[in-house]
T-cell receptor
Framework: SQKIEQNSEALNIQEGKTATLTCNYT??????LQWYRQDPGRGPVFLLL?????KEKRKERLKVTFDTTLKQSLFHITASQPADSATYLC??????????FGTGTRLTVIP | DTAVSQTPKYLVTQMGNDKSIKCEQN?????MYWYKQDSKKFLKIMFS???????INETVPNRFSPKSPDKAHLNLHINSLELGDSAVYFC?????????????FGNGTRLTVT
């Protein structure tokens, strides 16, 4: 079955730096990949969608890459702020309605 | 003007009981889901309904029964609750296929079985 790993359970970074989160997958060929943000006690909130034929997507300070050869997606937050502190989840899909989620990386931006 | 709302937010009950969680979305979406998030934060799909029709039914004990009275509501009924059912249950919705339209989640129902 598919396996989705997010690089580390927790990542601490200094304010103003670029945070880079990794999502690796095996035994799977996703057609698209999504990133979500989850705050404590809340449901995940959608951030970005990238498809297999797209190399990179940007939205404001966020950037996502999708490398189907390396079976990896990188999620970057530039000029990070304490308000960016949250858990970030990657989710992969190939079918119409089934998304498989990673276990998330808890990002803490230190002022 | 909450988009996806779930009730209750917290549910504490004893083993063997039957309980229900309700979900409503006011986004006009045609597809709704139930996800389970365990203590390790792993989020896994349980069910998906499109226009009241069941389209995804993952390997879930048949003690769990979803019901969709209309496309804006998807309720989850759980019979004979077990300790292992303790988790956070999230309802979500999307417009059409999730490959094109992201999921909108509710804020979860934390179920504790004692």
């Amino acid at each position: 079955s598919q396996k989705i790993e997010q690089n580390s359970e927790a990542l601490n970074i200094q304010e103003g730096k670029t945070a880079t989160l990794t999502c690796n997958y095996t035994n799977y060929s996703p057609a698209y990949l999504q990133w979500y943000r989850q705050d404590p006690g809340r449901g995940p909130v959608f951030l970005l969608l990238i498809r297999e034929n797209e190399k990179e997507k940007r939205k404001e300070r966020l950037k996502v890459t999708f490398d189907t050869t390396l079976k990896q997606s990188l999620f970057h937050i530039t000029a990070s702020q304490p308000a960016d502190s949250a858990t970030y989840l990657c989710a992969l899909g190939s079918g119409a309605n089934n998304l498989f989620f990673g276990t998330g990386t808890r990002l803490t931006v230190i002022p | 003007d909450t988009a996806v709302s779930q009730t209750p937010k917290y549910l504490v009950t004893q083993m063997g009981n039957d309980k229900s969680i309700k979900c409503e979305q006011n986004l006009g979406h045609d597809t709704m889901y139930w996800y389970k998030q365990d203590s390790k934060k792993f989020l896994k799909i349980m069910f998906s309904y499109n226009n009241k029709e069941l389209i995804i039914n993952e390997t879930v004990p048949n003690r769990f029964s979803p019901k969709s009275p209309d496309k804006a509501h998807l309720n989850l009924h759980i019979n004979s609750l077990e300790l292992g059912d303790s988790a956070v249950y999230f309802c979500a919705s999307s417009q059409g296929q999730v490959r094109n339209s992201p999921l909108h989640f509710g804020n979860g129902t934390r179920l504790t079985v004692t």
